[in-house]
């Protein structure tokens, strides 16, 4: 076990602070005996007599962290230190450490976590600066190391799931996914082929897609009515944390995070808003009627049960109140000023009314949301954005008519800027040739402001059923039959049963889009693995985004950031 009970000390960096808290709370370390946790980087009084874990990044900040700590053995702060890499370690790094402080420490060993688990089917790399790293005109000539170090981090993802993927990657328009690819397969080939202990040592029955963020600009700025992709969008929730009065505008605050453990989050989230109204007061009336059955005919055994049982109950309720709460709060800005906005992007998103009909005039349908002076900035600009995606691009004079009309001209580049991102604003001849056809989902029972499927979801279905174009989607390596298209089989490797339910019966689909995610994408992680119950669909990016803070990185992707604003890990 990493956590011994006579270590009672745990040291962590930023990222691996982050790491910890995605896994666990505090009462798991103290249940391993850890009873101080502190940051590497901060200034903290010795305790001698006690050993200390670091749990750190690989990074120069980090080790120095660790050789300051024990720089001489009179002013040693820990009687001696486990030390635990997120990643690998580069000898340079090492052999600093091992010269410094090499006596002190009674463990190394490198764990290959360097990634956030953010929910059961998607993680992160937490490195959202990787959007302006891998977009910018200023950096995507020298985005060679933001590229390495998110390979190395994929990587340990796939260490972790003890899988060697088949890598593809979406081959246009821009060149981000291939040259991640690329780096991928060449670490994953290394990795394998130096840890002695992995059995592993061929490509596994997986598939790990890379898609460059451009590929579905429509579901970034749609208006998403499932719980989850709906609250983080209209609500101010930060870091997962919501905050809500439970006595009107004069009660107390308080606050509650949306989580892996609330169970009753789980089971809602990916629901449309208008089931999550109905199921929430059935829930509360259902915890109501047990409570009441529960205490019965008055005795001092029935009290007793009803005593243990109190807390139960009131976990419940409050569970139940807070997502009433957020749905309620989702409903009061949905009524407000979302309704109509949602049958407009709908339409402009898909081409097509409600009852089927094609749109003739996608102008027509977006003028009044323009006009409505209800409407924010942000909400316009999400409106503008997808007519000219509806249309594949403007013409330049449109465009600029569009932009003063509105007065958005400090917000232009919200739009004009999502060319770096090889999504065609100014119409030119060859995005005219470049839309793709779509899944017919017609037959398939939606809400009339719901009828958009992310792209995403066509992609993880067609990856499923060896249906994706390899011209369109190449392969990086060799990937073993099951996964090259054909499902053709060597006479010398004869599978005992059929080998496409060998393949279901064991594979992970790992999608992962330079760029950021959707909450909406997220959920079709979840769709896809549910519909197909044999391949379990992971999806991950750099970060996760929301409408506003995608067109917030978008409009920065024009200005030029400081050497010190840019974070990397192996800094």
């Known amino acids: 076990m990493l956590f011994m009970h006579s270590l009672k000390i745990i040291l962590l960096d930023d990222f691996t602070t982050k790491l910890l808290s995605s896994c666990g709370k505090m009462t798991d370390l103290l249940a391993e005996g850890i009873t101080v946790v502190e940051n590497v980087y901060k200034n903290r009084e010795p305790v001698p007599h006690m050993k200390a874990i670091y749990l750190i990044t690989p990074t120069v900040k980090s080790v120095e962290g660790l050789i300051n700590d024990f720089a001489s053995k009179s002013s040693s702060k820990y009687k001696a230190a486990y030390v635990y890499f997120t990643d690998f370690c580069d000898d340079k790094l090492f052999n600093r450490m091992k010269s410094s402080c090499s006596k002190a420490i009674r463990r190394c060993k490198e764990i290959n976590i360097n990634f956030l688990p ?62 991640l690819a690329q780096l991928v397969e060449k670490k994953l080939e290394n990795f394998y082929k130096i840890d002695e202990r992995s059995q592993i040592k061929c490509k596994t029955y997986s598939q790990l897609l890379i898609i460059d963020r451009g590929f579905d600009p429509v579901s970034t700025v749609l208006h998403e009515l499932t719980f989850q992709a709906m609250a983080y969008d209209l609500l101010p929730i930060e870091n997962d944390t919501y905050k809500y009065k439970t006595d009107g505008a004069s009660g107390k605050e308080r606050e509650a995070i949306l989580e892996e453990d609330d169970d009753l989050w789980v089971k809602i989230r990916h629901k449309h808003i208008a089931n999550v109204l109905e199921e929430i007061p059935k829930l509360m009336k259902e915890v109501s009627s047990k409570r009441k059955a529960t205490e019965g005919k008055l005795s001092l055994s029935n009290l007793a049960q009803l005593m243990k049982k109190m807390p139960y109950f009131r976990k419940q309720i409050t569970k139940q109140v807070v997502h009433l709460n957020i749905a309620e709060d989702c409903m009061n800005k949905f009524k407000s000023n979302i309704e109509k906005l949602c049958k407009v992007e709908q339409d402009l998103a898909l081409g097509t009314d409600s009852d089927g009909q094609k749109v003739k005039d996608f102008m027509r349908v977006l003028l009044p949301v323009l006009v409505n002076k209800n409407h924010d900035n942000y909400d316009k600009i999400r409106a503008i954005l997808l007519y000219i995606f509806s249309t594949n691009g403007t013409t330049q004079e449109n465009l600029d008519k569009l932009i003063q009309n509105v007065q958005i001209e400090n917000d232009s580049d919200m739009i004009k800027n999502w060319k770096y991102l090889g999504v065609p604003i100014v119409t030119t001849p060859a995005s005219q040739q470049r839309r793709s056809s779509r899944k017919d989902r017609s037959s398939e029972e939606t809400f009339e402001l719901s009828r958009w499927t992310p792209v995403i979801k066509d992609i993880m279905e067609d990856a499923i059923e060896n249906k994706l174009d390899s011209k369109e989607w190449p392969y990086c390596s060799q990937c073993p039959a099951p996964w090259n298209g054909t499902g053709a089989v060597s006479a010398r490797h004869k599978p005992k049963t059929n080998y496409l339910e060998d393949r279901k019966s064991s594979s992970k689909l790992i999608v992962f889009v330079i760029g950021g995610i959707t909450y909406s994408e997220m959920r079709c992680a979840y769709e896809v693995t549910q519909a197909s119950k044999s391949c379990e669909v992971v999806i991950g990016s750099t970060h996760i985004v929301t409408p506003r803070r995608l067109l917030d990185d978008i409009k920065a992707l024009t200005v030029t950031k400081s050497k010190d604003t840019v974070y990397f890990k192996n800094e």
């Open 118 to 179: 953010y929910e059961s089917q998607v993680f992160t790399l937490d490195v959202p600066d990787a959007f302006h790293q891998c977009y910018s005109p200023s950096t995507e000539k020298t985005n060679d190391a933001i590229l390495e170090q998110m390979a190395e981090q994929i990587v340990t993802l796939c260490a972790t799931l003890e899988e060697n993927p088949g890598v593809r990657y979406k081959s246009k328009p821009l060149d981000n996914a291939s040259k």
